[in-house]
């Protein structure tokens, strides 16, 4: 929003100091200046001249050779191609070697043969506005010589821009005249009542007893909170005075006719948009606030023609709608430049419906904008009365006819909202002394109604703050902390007592896994999305997807679905990680949502963890990390063989993703809760995977909720070495390795205190070679040669008598 330093000085006194120091006291107290903008400052090499001729060039209809001065003695040669260049003209002359706005410099240059040293500046060229069908012509009084900067910003309208996102909680600072009010406080200066009953009786004065020639009705189920109008004839449209123009120019907006300005220079003065009507195109002589009932297109102001939809709300006659209310007006309404007979409109809107229907067809306008910051209706009526004033002075010849009409809510029954609080409170939050008459200053300076009753002070806010701004005690506090100034705070370390705070189970046994996966598994941590769809299901195979809890109001039908486990995210982590890397770890603590048939669906904590090589099987490593990291975390759990027969709540038995050997469940707390196993082939595949990938995973949920006790023993490092013994053996293509742990360790021999597979070799299309690693250990004593020899020959026996035999 741009903001008019003139204009402010309308409504109160700003003090004669610097624009920019004006800006920073703005920023401190209200909202950020973006920019302080005076118009010249970029323009202190451009002086004035007089022309002393204006000659025809011998070799061009269109180009003229003029001869400028600016001391009143020297001439210079200047190639001109401006129609309204003569003698005798005062104009701003751009030295060559002059930077321009946008960065052009000036240089000496031949113009058909000619050479022109510097340049006559329009309007464009100097960056005051968009004329560039002529030079600038200055006052003939203008001193030769004379910087333009000075002249020129000695009526320059300054303008202090400000981010309109910093404004969006504030529907009074939408105007001019709230910003002066805001400026008022700041410099404890007055502000002018310039909309006083007095100034209300006036413009009412005008209003005579004849009957009314549009009146409105507003359907009780519109977006409209309430639609003033009153009707003025014998108006001209023409031009509007320079002052409006340059007030609209300077606040960003483009002149276009005293009707069409006076609706935008009260929109900017007092932040509450208008509308214009051509009074005979208005059929019925009644103008309807209703919802459509069907599907119909809309021809707007700008041209473009949108699609309403039933339930939009509309402005109408009795033939057709007028007006997208609170966004934008039709060409079937507008003002033209034979309109004689006008009704001034002003109204307020449902800020929600406003913003969702501007969304939709694609339009957001000055006024949807203000209408979306939900702006206070019972100021609606003083925009019409401002704007009929306005007309009245610009068409003297002007008549209001009948009275200012209305339909709506019944205004009179709104209530003002009064907060209680304490003096004390506001000291106590701000950090700083406050005392009683500092607060009812300051807060009566910008509109509120205080009442002391001791230590306690009753608040009423004024409508145009109650909207959606200010609501409890702490808003009033930040009000008077803002102009108390936040750099005049002095800052305190909060007094509160630092304690440790002892973290949660769960959060105890996430940094666990966290540190496991990190330091010991090498992997590294990954966050994948909840949301999943029926197509990302589909892809992965997943049964039962239509049993997954569904969003009624998904973004996208990517994310309709909440997930009902995280394999099918893994699946989308490893075929995007792949392209990029020969192999990889990663993990993920992550939810997935199970249906249930009592609580609907239930949110269970799963930890995924994926082993990924382009070139080498990764299942018994993604085993061997398994059973270290159940170790580490004290669960009491254990890998069990695959059977079709054991289901499992967390990779059901019946998923074609699993690779059908590679498998084992993970029994926790005496139930199947995870699994460990490869992806298969085909899946893969689908997924465009190329290489293996195996997985881990476990749902948590019990084993976090159930708390049981830590049962780490500490025992000192054994003085006495361990004995490894590996021996490979040869396996068939479908046997599971598991099968060979399980079987030495059935031999029971007490010192055996890990057995785990090394290597799988492939070793023919029926064959493979299978490393097996037994560890033996005695906390007591040192393993004897015989008895480990002995041992040896036990696990060989033990292995052969299953078909297990050595690799020779």
Same mark, same amino acid.
């Given at each position: 929003?741009?903001?008019?330093? $003139? ?36 323009? @202190? ?18 180009? #003229? ?37 946008? %960065? ?73 005249? *709230? ?7 700041? =410099? ?18 005008? =209003? ?55 609706? &935008? ?9 208008? !509308? ?7 059929? +019925? ?13 809309? $021809?707007?102001? @700008? ?22 209310? +609170? ?12 309109? #004689? ?8 809107? &449902? ?10 067809? *694609? ?44 339909? *709506? ?25 406050? &005392? ?10 910008? *509109? ?5 009753? %001791? ?12 909207? #959606? ?83 009624? &109001?998904?973004?996208?039908?990517d994310s309709e679905l909440m997930r009902p486990s995280m394999l099918p995210s893994m699946l989308e982590a490893i075929a995007l990680n792949q392209k990029q890397y020969q192999s990889f770890r990663m993990f993920e603590i992550g939810r997935a949502y199970l249906p249930k048939d009592k609580n609907f669906s239930e949110e269970r904590t799963h930890l995924a963890l ?8 990764? =299942? ?12 580490f975390c004290n669960m009491p759990a254990a890998l069990l063989m695959h059977s079709a027969k054991l289901s499992n709540p967390v990779v059901p038995v019946e998923w074609p993703g699993a690779h059908p050997i590679e498998y084992q469940h993970i029994k926790l707390m005496g139930k199947n809760q995870g699994a460990v196993l490869s992806l298969h082939p085909s899946l ?5 995977? #190329?290489? =293996? ?16 006790? @830590? ?36 031999? %029971? ?28 250990? !005695? ?30």
């Amino acid at each position: 929003m741009l903001i008019s330093l $003139e204009w402010i000085n309308d409504f109160t006194t700003l003090p004669k100091i610097s624009p920019e120091e004006i800006g920073r006291a703005f920023t401190r107290h209200t909202a950020e200046v973006e920019e302080v903008i005076v118009p010249g400052k970029e323009l @202190d090499q451009i002086v004035i001249a007089e022309v002393l001729s204006a000659e025809k060039h011998p070799d061009a209809d269109k180009l #003229k050779l003029c001869k400028v001065t600016i001391d009143g003695k020297s001439e210079i040669d200047v190639v001109c191609g401006a129609p309204n260049v003569r003698a005798g003209l005062k104009v701003a002359y751009a030295p060559v070697g002059s930077t321009l706005p946008g %960065g052009f410099v000036l240089e000496k240059k031949k113009i058909r043969g000619v050479l022109s040293n510097g340049m006559i500046c329009s309007e464009r060229e100097l960056g005051l506005g968009e004329d560039h069908d002529g030079i600038l012509e200055l006052a003939a009084d203008l001193k030769v010589g004379a910087k333009f900067k000075e002249i020129l910003q000695k009526d320059a309208e300054i303008v202090l821009e400000v981010d309109n996102k910093s404004l969006t909680h504030r529907p009074d600072l939408w105007g001019h005249y *709230g910003m002066a009010r805001e400026f008022a406080t700041i =410099y404890s200066s007055p502000l002018k009542d310039f909309f006083s009953k007095e100034w209300r009786a006036e413009v009412e004065a005008h =209003y005579t007893d004849e009957q009314a020639p549009i009146t409105v009705k507003v359907e009780s189920d519109a977006a409209c909170l309430g639609y003033f109008g009153l009707s003025v004839s014998n108006i001209k449209v023409e031009p509007s005075p320079e002052w409006m123009q340059k007030r609209l120019i300077a606040a960003g907006l483009r002149p276009i006719n005293n009707m069409v300005d006076i609706g &935008n220079y009260v929109m900017l003065e007092l932040g509450q948009p208008l !509308h214009m009507f051509d009074r005979s195109k208005i059929s +019925g002589k009644q103008i309807i606030v209703k919802r459509v009932s069907d599907k119909q297109n809309f $021809e707007a102001l @700008d041209e473009s023609v949108v699609e309403l939809h039933p339930g939009d709300t509309v402005v109408a006659d009795q033939n057709q709608a007028l007006v997208v209310g +609170g966004i934008i007006g039709g060409t079937n309404s507008g003002i033209a430049d034979d309109t #004689k007979d006008i009704f001034i409109e002003a109204a307020n809107w &449902n800020a929600a419906e406003i913003r969702r229907l501007s969304t939709r067809i *694609g339009i957001r306008t000055d006024s949807s904008q203000r209408f979306e910051k939900s702006l206070d209706t019972l100021q609606t009526d003083k925009a019409v009365l401002r704007a009929a004033e306005l007309v009245l002075k610009l068409c003297p010849d002007a008549k209001v006819v009948g009275k200012l009409q209305y339909d *709506g809510p019944d205004l009179s029954q709104t209530k003002a909202l009064t907060i209680e609080t304490e003096v004390a409170a506001f000291s106590e939050l701000l950090g700083v002394e406050v &005392n009683k008459e500092q607060i009812c200053t300051t807060l009566e300076s910008i *509109g509120f109604k205080t009442t002391p009753n %001791g230590d306690k002070l009753s608040v009423v806010v004024p409508s145009y703050r109650a909207t #959606k701004d200010v609501e409890m005690e702490v808003d009033l506090i930040e009000e008077v902390g803002r102009f108390i100034g936040y750099d005049n705070i002095e800052p305190k370390s909060p007094r509160v007592e630092l304690a440790p705070t002892r973290l949660s189970k769960e959060k105890q046994l996430f940094r666990k896994v966290q540190d496991f996966m990190v330091m010991r598994a090498h992997a590294l941590e990954v966050f994948t999305y909840p949301l999943t769809s029926e197509k990302a299901l589909t892809k992965a195979a997943w049964p039962n997807s239509d049993q997954c809890l569904k969003l009624k &109001n998904a973004l996208s039908s990517d994310s309709e679905l909440m997930r009902p486990s995280m394999l099918p995210s893994m699946l989308e982590a490893i075929a995007l990680n792949q392209k990029q890397y020969q192999s990889f770890r990663m993990f993920e603590i992550g939810r997935a949502y199970l249906p249930k048939d009592k609580n609907f669906s239930e949110e269970r904590t799963h930890l995924a963890l994926v082993l990924y090589s382009r070139d080498k099987n990764q =299942y018994i490593e993604t085993v061997n990390i398994t059973e270290n990291f159940l170790q580490f975390c004290n669960m009491p759990a254990a890998l069990l063989m695959h059977s079709a027969k054991l289901s499992n709540p967390v990779v059901p038995v019946e998923w074609p993703g699993a690779h059908p050997i590679e498998y084992q469940h993970i029994k926790l707390m005496g139930k199947n809760q995870g699994a460990v196993l490869s992806l298969h082939p085909s899946l893969l595949q689908a997924y465009k995977i #190329k290489g =293996y990938a195996s997985i881990c995973l476990l749902d948590v949920t019990d084993f976090v909720s159930a708390s049981l006790k @830590d049962k780490l023993k500490f025992t000192p490092i054994s003085k006495y070495p361990s004995a490894s013994f590996d021996c490979t053996v040869l396996t068939g293509k479908r046997d599971e390795v598991q099968r060979l742990i399980d079987l030495v360790r059935a031999i %029971g021999i007490k010192e055996i205190v890990d057995v785990k597979i090394v290597t799988c070799f492939d070793l023919s299309a029926e064959d493979n070679a299978v490393t097996v690693r037994t560890t033996f250990h !005695h906390p007591e004593k040192t393993l004897s040669g015989d008895f480990l020899k002995d041992a040896e020959t036990k696990i060989i026996e033990q292995l052969a008598n299953a078909g297990f035999f050595l690799k020779s």
